[in-house]
């Protein structure tokens, strides 16, 4: 590990950490955008080596929830001090001024990361409140790499990659949404646009069920559930093929559902 001795020199206690050490010099203050696992997933499949070497390096995070980022930044690094870090909570609600108050530390040249509770900070997610406050600001902002649900089910579904639209949570009425099921469909149609949603798991069987009532028989709808993690499932079929087969349960699985 490095350290900071009391003269402000940089102490090294292994080899090793001199590549730690080179970074800690090389990384400009900034509002770091964290990915994590979509699920129980080794972190090393699906984050690259460069996140484990930037994380340790910040001390304030923005989070969806601090205990699961007190947890994902144990597996990345079993060494951090936990309780050396200040944690931030983005609550269930934005809140522009509580935002920019986070922010505070990095407007005096702190970094600070910004963690959400599954795949890529600032998509479909609070944490695009603080980003946009931080572009207004005019500070530094680094998105790191990580996985994606919304880019991995677009590139095994087989559906057109050059155009799609994600559109969040349909509406929880039936009328309401088989109305939004139609509109997505005709443009899937129309516009050759893809059309992707999502919904809290356990009411997956009630969306699947409303898809295969209201879309046309041979529109395309690929169920990508579980991405990255064991229980994977991805596959794409017309709606009259979907009504042949016996439908996976996912109601205990997060699933991006894609109309093509």
């Known amino acids: 590990m490095t350290s900071q001795n009391g003269t402000g020199f940089i102490q090294v206690s292994h080899p090793n950490d001199f590549l730690s050490l080179y970074l800690y010099a090389k990384m400009e203050p900034a509002l770091y955008l964290i990915p994590v696992t979509l699920g129980e997933t080794e972190l090393s499949r699906v984050l690259p080596a460069f996140n484990a070497e930037v994380i340790p390096q910040i001390r304030h995070f923005i989070v969806e929830d601090v205990r699961s980022a007190r947890r994902f930044l144990k597996k990345v690094n079993r060494d951090i001090r936990i309780d050396d870090l200040t944690f931030y909570p983005m609550g269930k609600h934005a809140s522009p001024e509580l935002f920019a108050s986070y922010l505070c530390p990095l407007e005096k040249g702190e970094s600070i990361g910004v963690i959400s509770e599954a795949g890529c900070p600032a998509i479909a997610d609070p944490g695009a409140d603080v980003v946009a406050i931080a572009q207004r600001k005019g500070l530094r902002v680094i ?50 646009q893809t059309q992707l949603f999502i919904e809290t798991p356990y009411r997956n069987a009630k969306l699947f069920a409303e898809i295969l009532r209201t879309c046309r028989p041979q529109t395309r709808l690929c169920v990508a ?11 794409t079929r017309t709606i ?19 109309i093509g």
Not at 160 to 188: C, H, T, V, W
Request: hydrophobic share 40%; glycine share 6%; net charge positive.
């Open 143 to 192: 998105p790191l790499v990580g996985p994606s649900s919304i880019l991995l089910a677009v590139m095994a579904s087989g559906f057109n990659g050059q155009s799609f639209a994600f559109n969040g949570y349909l509406p929880i009425e039936p009328a309401d949404r088989a109305k939004r099921l139609k509109q997505l469909e005709q443009r899937a149609y129309s516009e050759h």
């Open 225 to 235: 559930a579980g991405l990255t993690c064991p229980e994977e499932f991805i596959k």
């Open 240 to 258: 009259q093929d979907w009504k042949k087969h016996p439908l996976p349960d996912l109601s205990k699985v997060p699933a991006i559902w894609v």
